[in-house]
Every structure is written in structure tokens, then in C-alpha cells.
């Protein structure tokens, strides 16, 4: 295959060399709508855009930006980083975000002053791209895992979050369920809004009600509250989850409710954890090891220049069975 | 209070200024025997240890060592520390040692590369003083939290561990238990030696049996595999369990041994977690927010020299009563 070249792109979208190398250098100096059509034309054409970084030394650390350092699905998937960069010697940094653009985008600029030779982030809902530009310009490679942001070409490594939920919806009717709510994440996050548009297609697709939704913002608090108003006023045989911290918050107004699992409502969850365990509740499960020790193995392999190609993996989610779903006859 | 001079612990130890500014400098040169003796008689002269850094700039960035990232109990401190210094607009790089020296020394070489202004650790076992002695030369000031290092001295934020061991032991006995074992943690780690140390000289203070101890290394895999081993053999009435994570191993062997709690035996653990609630269990809680939002006061007011005491603060542990002990007639 022909390797595609700037001249290539430039002259498809009848602009300048130079506008379109600014683009994928990811310059300052072009409009956000331009750079974006020139990325998505170069994307397709299957132009690489792996950073070219002059075989600098390196310092043999990179960062990790994680929106939530209390979610244990985080502290999982760094096992799996580690797994591949300790070996290679090379010294871990994390920060936590809390969700909150603005200090993503302090502490993104904190790690191209720190010298990482890579990042690895979950970047948070509304994140001004322009960082991330600025660290690709730097030569420093990015890696997304859990979550994309649209108009940036880097590699990632994903859920296939409609698998996930498909998964689980599919569980449910099997066993008969036909009034199932939902427990939805953040919308404006990546997985909150891919798992929420899931569940309203495949239940669609089961011909069920598909706007039994409760917002529980992938946090224990809002889905207590949240789900106590709920179940005062709507009466679903089960209800899916969409995080492990939801989950929490559902078990706990259960309980109070002194509801029984699964004989009064029948629950299944993402993300398994030593408790959905103990507590023997069906959870659709991640492959949180690969995921950390896939994004390693790419973003190594990108600061060793030894690819050139930007990959976006997509895994497959499991159901994990487990005695919290009812069967209705 | 007359300020005590480098001149005064020279005359009492009858060695040269020179030395003792050179142990207390953490400057190489000196055996770590005479090191030691001198920062012993320094401390109790309340010699004021703090660095002085000569106004250097801030970088307004620190670093936290956790030994055990997996462990909610070190991200609920975090949000402590955060609470602190977020607002004074520092950014905060954390780095899991899991337990391991030689990690913890690197990642403390990175920092000081790194140009962070200050270190909140909790050190791992055995690590090599003298990497800290080389942050503290280089002005870097450092903060122990829920462990300490003796011969180094820094400032530190702790439990009272004896009287959260007091605490459990007491509430056990008074509800009628008599054969008490305990989860024990890494006994090499502080808190893991204090607490099991706590645990035989409570028992004896109440007459009791205080050898049974089962090694649970604060962690869920050998504390499963222990407590199944030693309930064979074995009848106690009650368990206490010395972290949250040994609760966890402690509660599935309890699951698979069809046991029933408390009828068939009294749990008590360490930590209070969104699943000891939901699960019932009777726990003995640190103040993990104010251990964290504690440390990064102090740290801070030593980054900004507003302070030169080394404080070594014991926070006090609570009681949360729960379902999960009976009471024996």
C-alpha cells in the first residue's frame, strides 16, 4: 500500500501542504472545524500520525491521568500498566482529575514540564483539545483507554460498551424481565453516554419501554437518591447499573427499602468487585488487566518509534452470572 | 524556650559542630550509628529540624507515595490532601510503590527530578533512608502519614493504633468473647507491627489467649487461604481483622464455609467500607479525610516556611458498631 503524504491530503481538500501539516502537527494557527475535516480525511486515508520525536533521550517515566482514583476499575487497569512498564524500567505518575476539565488541563501541562516520555489518560467530559495538542506537538505520545475524544487521532483501547449492555439487557429478558430501568452514568463522559444510548436501542430492539432511566451519574450518592424516587413511583422487575460506584449506591437503597435480592427486584451491575461477589450480584465484567497492560504495550511502542500506526482497540466485555437475577415465568 | 543551637548538641554529644550539621543536614559522611544518636539528642532538644530552602520558587507541584493504590483506604486520604492543595492551586503526582523499596527509592530520585516541592509518604518496609535524607538535602520537605521511619525526623500524621486494637478487643469482651484471634497485617510495615502488637498485650491485660494469630499480610488471597487453615484447627467465637482487605479475604472464607455471621462467628474489621456497611460489619475507623487534609496542611506550611517544629500527630480511632458481633451469655 501506498504510504499517504501530506501533498496527498492537501490536494483531496484543496488546501495548502502547510495548513494540512499544521493540522495533524497539531498547531495553533488553523480553525477547530478545518483541522478536524483535515483528521478525519486523513484518518481515512490512513495517513500515520505517529509522533516522529528525534530519538531524544528518554527519561523513562510517563503519566497516567485518571478522572477517579477512589473507582477501583481504575487502580485495576494500573496494575495492567504496570505490568508492562516495570519491567521496561520506567517510573509511574499518576494524577486524578475528579472529572474536572481544568485540572486535567493544569496537570497535563504539569507533565510535559515533569519530562514523561508518555501519557497514558481517561480524559474527562469537555477537555479542551488544544492541550492535548499542545503535548502531541511536543512529541510526547498520548494513549486514551476507557474513553476517546472525538477529532484527536491517538491510539486508544475501549470497551465495546453496546456489547456490554447488550449483554446484560439480554440476560434480563431471558429470564423474562420486561420492566427494566437503568442506572445511567455521566452523560457528557464517554461511557456514561455510550452505555445510556445502548440501552435505549437494544430495549427498542426487545420492544420494551426504554425510557425507564434513572440518573445516577456513575456516583453512589446521586444513584441512592436517585433510585429511592424512582422505585416511589415506578414499580421495574430489575435494574441495570452502568458502574460499580452506582451499583453501590442502588444496593444501599435496597437495603433500606429492605427490598430482597432477587425475590422483590433483580439487579445486575458492571463491573465485578470482591463485594458484587460476596454479595452475589450478576455484573457485566471489563478486561481491566488488558486494558491497562494493552495501553502500555501500545504507548511503549510508540515512544520506541516502533509503530506507526494508530490503533483503536476495542474489547469485549463478560457476563458474570450470579444469584441476583430472578427468573419470572 | 531558648532556641537550641547545632553548638549545644555538639557540646552534649562532645563532637564537632560540623558532624551534628552534617547528620541533621542528612549530608553524607557520618556512620548511620552516630547519625541516629545525634538526631535522637536533636529531637529531644527540640532542635527545629525544618529545611530551609532560601526562598527558592515554588513549583507549586508535590508528590504522594502510596505503597498500595488498590487500597480505598489510601485513596480516601487523598481526598484529604487534595482539599488542601487544590485550592492552593498545587498540583498532585502519586506513585504506587506496592510494598517495594527499591520502587519507593526510585520514584523518590524521579520526584526530586521532577521538581515537586514537597513529599507526603507512607514508606514501605526497609526502604533505604538514605533517599530521603537526599530529599531533605535538597530542601525538599517530607511528610509521613499512617507510617513512620524511625531515625528520620519529619513530620507525621497517625492512628493511635493501640487504642483501635483497645477498642475492638474491648467491645468483643464485653460482649462475652473469650477466644479472640486476629488477622495480623505485614508485621515488617508499622502499622502492621503495631497492630499486632497491640493485639497480645491487650490479651493479656484481659487474661486472655493471645496467640491466636493468623497471618493475613493485609491482604484478601493469604488471609482467605489462612483463615480456612486455621478455622479447621480452631473455635474461635470471634475475629478481629487488622485492614480493610483482610475483612474482604476474612468474609469469603466466612461465605464458603457456610458460616453465618454472627451466629457462628463475631467479626470485627479495620476500616469502614461502603460493603462493610451494606454487609453489616463492625468496624474501627480512622479519620482517613482529616489523616490526609492534616498532612498536606503541614506539608504546605513547611513548603511555605511558616513553620520549623517537626510535629508527629496521633490521630484517634472510632468504634462503628454493627451487626456482625453476638452477644454470649
Known amino acids: 500500500m501506498k504510504r499517504t503524504r501530506i501533498s496527498d491530503i492537501a490536494r483531496i481538500l484543496e488546501v495548502s501542504p502547510s495548513t494540512v501539516s499544521r493540522a495533524i502537527n497539531y498547531k495553533e494557527g488553523i480553525s477547530d472545524e478545518l483541522r478536524e475535516k483535515i483528521l478525519n480525511v486523513a484518518q481515512e486515508m490512513n495517513y500515520s500520525f505517529i509522533v516522529k520525536n528525534n530519538n531524544k533521550e528518554l527519561y523513562k517515566r510517563i503519566g497516567i491521568i485518571i478522572p477517579d482514583i477512589s473507582n477501583q476499575f481504575f487502580s485495576k487497569i494500573l496494575y495492567g500498566v504496570q505490568s508492562v512498564l516495570i519491567k521496561e524500567d520506567f517510573s509511574i505518575f499518576f494524577a486524578n482529575t475528579d472529572e ?41 505520545p498520548v494513549l486514551f483507554f476507557d474513553r476517546k475524544i472525538e477529532g484527536l487521532n491517538v491510539s486508544s483501547v475501549t470497551l465495546n460498551n453496546y456489547d456490554a449492555v447488550f449483554m446484560a439487557i439480554r440476560n434480563l429478558v431471558e429470564n423474562g424481565h420486561k420492566r427494566i430501568a437503568c442506572v445511567s452514568g455521566i452523560p457528557e463522559i464517554y461511557t456514561g453516554h455510550q452505555r445510556l444510548i445502548a440501552f435505549k436501542q437494544i430495549m427498542k430492539i426487545f420492544n420494551l419501554q426504554s425510557d425507564m432511566i434513572i440518573t445516577g451519574n456513575f456516583n453512589e ?57 460476596l454479595l452475589d450480584i450478576a455484573t457485566i465484567s471489563q478486561p481491566r488487566f ?3 497492560s494493552l495501553a502500555a504495550q501500545m504507548l511503549l511502542r510508540e515512544i520506541q518509534k516502533k509503530n506507526d500506526v494508530i490503533q483503536n482497540i476495542v474489547l469485549s466485555p463478560e457476563l458474570r452470572v450470579n444469584n441476583s437475577i430472578k427468573k419470572i415465568n
Chains 1, 2 share one sequence.
Open 100 to 140: 474536572n476539565n481544568e485540572t486535567e488541563e493544569k496537570y497535563l501541562k504539569n507533565l510535559m514540564d515533569m519530562n514523561v516520555d508518555g501519557i497514558i489518560s481517561a480524559p474527562s467530559a469537555g477537555v479542551n483539545k488544544k492541550v492535548y495538542y499542545q503535548v502531541l506537538e511536543r512529541g510526547i
Open 290 to 292: 488488558s486494558i491497562g
Open 221 to 277: 450518592y446521586d444513584t441512592k437518591n436517585e433510585v429511592k424516587k424512582f422505585l416511589s413511583e415506578n414499580k421495574p422487575t430489575a435494574i441495570f447499573s452502568s458502574n460499580n460506584k452506582s451499583t453501590l449506591g442502588l444496593l444501599e437503597t435496597i437495603k433500606e427499602m429492605k427490598l430482597k435480592i432477587p425475590d422483590d427486584l433483580s439487579i445486575i451491575g458492571f463491573d465485578p468487585e470482591p463485594w458484587t461477589e
